[in-house]
T-cell receptor, first 112, second 111 residues
């Protein structure tokens, strides 16, 4: 069993729909990251969370430390949101910038 | 402030050959982490360099090695290439207190 599990693996939505991607982890963490990867490979960091909730534009990330679960929400989805969304965790005791353990990613396709 | 850059963008090598991939860290960052991402999977941690010293290593054999230079740029070297080494290789730079910033990756194909 992977230390970081994401669901769903693939998600297809219509433009305008509200989207939720889930991440569960089985280890203690000091922080959780949500990342976006477009075709071609480049990765962009969306959020880094250690508690609560963060919002940036149409994106919202939440984390429940007790339940070892995080969600990434996209409101009013748009075709340009189509990408792979990856959850990654950093272990306690690791300094900022230290190794991340990644989920396998969720492929999101938003159709016009 | 320049971002993280990697070179080359694409590379094709033959099994048994050696390859060197390069990463220039973002200005002000002293830590570089390398990851291997096989097709359809999440990245896997290879190793990390902090101030020119290896600072943690994932489950990769010794034929994967690295260097970090005084300007904090880094190289990943892979000897005796195998077909399974075909992947996207990502580097990320950071400094204490900052998030990791990823480069665009180098796509390596081993034939």
């Amino acid at each position: 069993k992977n230390e970081v599990e994401q669901s769903p693996q693939n998600l297809t939505a219509q433009e305008g729909e509200f989207i939720t991607i889930n991440c569960s982890y089985s280890v203690g963490i000091s922080a959780l990251h949500w990342l976006q990867q477009h075709p071609g490979g480049g990765i962009v960091s969306l959020f880094m969370l250690s508690s609560g909730k963060k919002k940036h534009g149409r994106l919202i990330a939440t984390i429940n430390i007790q339940e070892k679960h995080s969600s990434l929400h996209i409101t009013a989805s748009h075709p340009r949101d189509s990408a792979v969304y990856i959850c990654a965790v950093r272990s306690p005791g690791e300094t900022s910038g230290s190794r991340l353990t990644f989920g396998e990613g969720t492929q999101l396709t938003v159709n016009p | 402030e320049t971002g993280v850059t990697q070179s080359p963008t694409h590379l094709i090598k033959t099994r048994g050959q050696q390859v060197t991939l390069r990463c220039s860290s973002q200005s002000g960052h002293n830590t570089v982490s390398w990851y291997q991402q096989a097709l359809g999977q999440g990245p896997q941690f290879i190793f990390q360099y902090y101030r020119e010293e290896e600072n943690g290593r994932g489950n990769f054999p010794p034929r994967f090695s690295g260097l970090q230079f005084p300007n904090y740029s880094s190289e990943l070297n892979v000897n005796a290439l195998e077909l399974d080494d075909s992947a996207l290789y990502l580097c990320a730079s950071s400094s204490p207190g900052s998030e990791q910033y990823f480069g665009p990756g180098t796509r390596l194909t081993v034939t």
